[in-house]
């Protein structure tokens, strides 16, 4: 079965996962776009999917009878109406990060999915389906015993001056967020966050780097350093220390050169070259589920944990207190 797939969003994680479907993976083809833009939505069928129809709205998307699957690839403040709908039409649907803008949005989304009954709904948290932090899991689960302690960073060379300091949380911690939970397979229990020294390339309305201190219902305790001005390179770090050894996040491949009495390694400095490959294989696992009427991976019930996580984080951020972190009961459907 080839999944008829729609895309709501058509700006630069739209247009890529749109090219992605159309040119490198099998099983699906793109049907239809949208886009509050309907000349940007037309510039990327023009480039990309001449045959897919351009529709007025996303509403009008997901009602279509040529649309299978649903990508939403909105801004954020749409993505909780748009997979409402998906899931009100029975449509699996591929929503990118965050699941909604609120926990409580996020909720309303685990409500509605519970009620259909079967899983809908796959977030687009990638990591997990990078090739890296794959290995990662597999030796925490089988070889350097119970977990202790997580060591961890997340730098960006740089960002904009409309990036503020909830952003470190909403926007970049959140992988983390959820890519930790997934190794450690454990909840969250309480959140701190410290700052230090200010980075004098921080701009006046950010405070950078910060450390989140986080601690898990099985007592692992975990540091994340967000540094977002760190100038040399996009870095992604982990390390995981367990009761008969410890584990790191393997680098990027590159090459090792010798040249002019130097060791060099090139580091990357755009985080779409460092999870490119990992877009790949979770929209390939989308389309495997769909083609099943179903979904697979990071599940609302993430989206959700991980909202309820960063709403605590951005408290933490303004109070300098350490913040418990309570969830409800997991629903069946996600156990």
Known sequence: MTVRIGVIG?????????RRIAQVLAGAEITALSDY?????????????PAAR????????????????????????????????????????????????TAEGALRIVQAEVAHGSRLVQVGFMRRYDAGYRM???????????????????????????YGTPMAIHDTLIHEIDVLRWLLDDDYVSAQVVFPRRSSHAHAGLRDPQVVLLETAKGVRIDVEVFVNCRYGYDI???IVG??????????????????AHLQNEILMDWKDRFIDSYDVELAD??????????????????????????????????????????????????
């Open 286 to 335: 989308f389309i495997k589920a769909a083609a099943q009427g179903t979904a697979a991976g990071p599940s609302s019930w993430d989206g959700y944990v991980a909202a309820i996580t960063s709403d605590a984080c951005v408290q933490a951020q303004d109070s300098g207190q350490i913040v418990p972190i309570t969830l409800p009961d997991r629903p069946a459907l996600y156990r």
């Open 54 to 101: 351009v529709h007025d709205s996303g509403e009008d998307l997901i009602a279509a009878a040529d649309v299978d699957a649903v990508l939403v690839c909105s801004t954020g403040a749409t993505h909780e109406p748009y997979v409402l709908a998906a899931i009100a039409a029975g449509k699996p649907c591929f929503c990118e990060k965050p699941l909604a803008t």
């Open 237 to 239: 770090q982990c390390q």
């Open 10 to 18: 058509t700006g630069m994680i739209g247009r890529d996962h749109t």
């Open 243 to 260: 009761e008969e050894g410890l584990a790191n996040l393997p680098e990027p491949m590159t090459i090792t050169l010798r040249k002019q």
């Open 37 to 49: 833009s309907t000349d940007a939505a037309r510039k990327v069928q023009q480039d990309l999917v």
């Open 136 to 162: 990662l899991k597999r030796v925490v689960d089988n070889d350097i015993g119970t977990p202790l302690m997580v060591h961890a960073a997340h730098r960006n060379p740089t960002v904009p001056d409309s």
